[in-house]
């Protein structure tokens, strides 16, 4: 009898160990899409929070970054696997940041800049210009050789090898000013840095031809696509406007060419690569004099027709989420239900939305 009475303590003993040691249970089978409700809900994401970045290695998405109030960095790391439809807490990430740029080059996922706070006096966001490579199957974080400049808010990807860094916001030159404030000017950059993998070292090319910050930037077919984003400034509430420009950069002939614009203009957006041909772009933020918004818009560019379609959006609009492609699925994770300055003190969501790509895109 008593061995008895000892099991189930044990058993919930041995579940518990388990959560604190960031393994995951399985969750509920993720319900199956069809053309008429081709979003799916999965499971949620264990901590909402505003401003995480996403990437996909393995066949699964790795959730990053995150903002706690007062841009305090929460340096998490969370991955999730689409066959279990479970997420696991992994090791944080080396330097706690925010605005980072990621991306994924043969499994191994790039980490790039990002913002951290001041050191001392009032809070700011000061930019960095720290590279690391994070190793999702030993959840291992390598430092890299630092970017020739300091940045956040930038986007990076990848092509023929090598990694492409892509504009961002940093201070101004000669201005003695306490990290970027959306109260105090700032430098938006159109800085292009490129990082050779092999070789742990980078060289500067040609500039964008259109400065710009909260944007995407992705390679596809040995070319990298930059959209939409964010010019005047890298605070969508100061003086800033959001941008549907789109640009490709070849490699080989060290040039910017104009592609078809963005059908909706928007910053701090998500997305990911499918098929090495298609990019979707989902959710973001905008503001006026008339409104303040989160977007529930899902965009794809066709790379190679160079045309956008228009998919079926989000169930729920999102800025600053964490965004990425698997199989035929593209997943919108988490970010903030309201745009910046809204007076809403949490408006982070544990949204883990999941479109079934194949089932809409023509």
């Not at 990621?102 to 960095?128: C, E, H, M, R, V």
């Not at 990298?224 to 509430?237: M, T």
């Not at 990425?324 to 239900?337: C, E, K, L, Q």
């Amino acid at each position: 009898m008593n061995s008895l009475r000892i099991a189930p303590a044990a058993l919930s003993a041995m579940v518990l160990a388990a959560a604190a040691a960031g393994m995951a249970l399985a969750q509920a089978p993720l319900p199956q899409p069809s053309e008429a409700h081709p979003w799916v809900q999965g499971a949620p994401f264990p901590d909402p929070s505003e401003e995480v970045l996403g990437a996909s290695a393995g066949g699964k998405l790795y959730v990053f970054a995150g903002l706690a109030p007062g841009w305090k960095p929460k340096a998490m790391v969370v991955e999730y696997d689409p066959g279990t439809n479970a997420w696991t807490k992994k090791r944080p990430m080396r330097l706690p940041s925010h605005h980072v740029a990621f991306t994924t080059l043969n499994d191994k996922i790039y980490a790039f800049g990002g913002f951290t706070l001041p050191q001392s006096g009032s809070p700011g966001w000061t930019a960095l210009n720290n590279a690391f490579e994070y190793d999702p199957a030993a959840d291992e974080w390598k430092e890299l050789a630092p970017m020739p400049t300091s940045r956040g808010a930038a986007a990076a990807g990848v092509a023929n090898g090598k990694i492409y860094v892509t504009g961002g916001v940093n201070s101004l030159p000669g201005v003695n000013e306490n990290g970027v404030h959306p109260a105090r000017p700032h430098n938006v950059m159109a800085t292009v840095e490129e990082y050779d993998p092999a070789a742990n070292s980078w060289k500067s090319v040609r500039p964008m031809l259109v400065a710009r910050n909260h944007h995407m930037a992705v390679g596809a077919g040995g070319k990298i696509y930059v959209i939409g984003g964010r010019i005047g400034a890298g605070f969508i509430s100061s003086a800033s406007n959001n941008i549907d420009l789109v640009e490709m950069y070849d490699p080989a002939a060290d040039l910017w060419t104009p592609r078809t614009r963005m059908p909706t203009a928007r910053s701090a957006i998500a997305g990911g690569l499918y098929n090495n041909a298609q990019i979707l772009v989902a959710g973001g933020e905008g503001q006026d004099a008339r409104f303040l918004a989160a977007f529930k818009a899902v965009e794809a560019y066709d790379t190679a027709l160079n045309r956008w379609q228009i998919l079926p959006s989000m169930l729920h609009p999102r800025h600053g989420l964490a965004a990425g492609v698997i199989g035929n699925r593209f997943y919108a994770v988490s970010g903030d239900g309201q745009s910046a300055g809204n007076g809403i003190e949490h408006s982070a969501v544990a949204f883990n939305e999941i479109l079934q790509i194949d089932a809409v895109l023509k």
